[in-house]
């Protein structure tokens, strides 16, 4: 016998609740007071719903509308905005303090690679056994891909150590990578 709350659709016809309510007709003109009773008569009278659509109003204020017809609109538009919305991608790139300059270049590429593609990416440096002794190692090598990404990415989350990790968080600048090509096309090609 508990009346569930139901905040994410208004009460229609027989559930609502009050005694009177100011009416808004099917082509959105005020109607005036009216009691509930009398409004859903006129509803009926139209071949429509009575639906409450500001109900913490005083009087609350009920509209007469195709509500199936109004739900479906509804949904179209619920789903156009989740096409329109758009996910970031949190990407990950695992590196080691004695990385070599082969290694660190193509991993660096990798990261680039996933900035122009619009995601974040959380560098992680990993330390085994007595690494762990010196984190500056690691530090050193956050430091040297945050200056070679800083005209790409920039730094949302500044190195920071959990455990055995080190962690850093950078994010792509907008039109950083739509900049690059113009600026190799400005040179002359037959040089």
Same mark, same amino acid.
């Given at each position: 016998?508990?009346?569930?709350?139901?905040?994410?659709?208004?009460?229609?016809?027989?559930?609502?609740?009050?005694?009177?309510?100011?009416?808004? /007709?099917?082509? /959105?003109?005020?109607?005036?007071?009216?009691?509930?009773?009398?409004?859903?008569?006129?509803?009926?009278?139209?071949?429509?719903?009575?639906?409450?659509?500001?109900?913490?109003?005083?009087?609350?204020?009920?509209?007469?509308?195709?509500? /199936?017809?109004?739900?479906?609109?509804?949904?179209?538009?619920?789903?156009?905005?989740?096409?329109?919305?758009?996910?970031?991608?949190?990407?990950?790139?695992?590196?080691?303090?004695?990385?070599?300059?082969?290694?660190?270049?193509?991993?660096?590429?990798?990261?680039?690679?996933?900035?122009?593609?619009?995601?974040?990416?959380?560098?992680?440096?990993?330390?085994?056994?007595?690494?762990?002794?010196?984190?500056?190692?690691?530090?050193?090598?956050?430091?040297?891909?945050?200056?070679?990404?800083?005209?790409?990415?920039?730094?949302?989350?500044?190195?920071?150590?959990?455990?055995?990790?080190?962690?850093?968080?950078?994010?792509?600048?907008? /039109?950083?990578?739509?900049?690059?090509?113009?600026?190799?096309?400005?040179?002359?090609?037959?040089?």
């Amino acid at each position: 016998m508990f009346d569930i709350a139901r905040n994410d659709t208004p009460r229609i016809n027989g559930e609502i609740t009050a005694r009177t309510c100011r009416l808004i /007709g099917p082509d /959105g003109n005020q109607l005036g007071l009216f009691g509930i009773m009398d409004a859903q008569r006129y509803a009926d009278q139209q071949g429509l719903d009575l639906v409450e659509i500001a109900p913490n109003a005083e009087p609350p204020v009920c509209r007469v509308m195709d509500y /199936g017809k109004y739900r479906y609109e509804q949904a179209i538009k619920d789903k156009q905005a989740r096409k329109r919305q758009t996910r970031v991608e949190v990407k990950e790139m695992k590196f080691r303090p004695k990385i070599d300059v082969g290694d660190y270049e193509t991993k660096k590429g990798h990261v680039m690679r996933f900035l122009k593609k619009g995601a974040r990416v959380k560098i992680t440096i990993m330390f085994r056994g007595r690494e762990m002794a010196h984190p500056e190692q690691g530090l050193a090598v956050l430091e040297r891909l945050q200056e070679d990404l800083k005209p790409y990415a920039t730094v949302e989350q500044q190195p920071k150590m959990e455990g055995r990790n080190m962690h850093m968080l950078v994010a792509p600048i907008k /039109g950083a990578f739509d900049k690059k090509p113009d600026a190799e096309d400005t040179t002359p090609k037959n040089a």
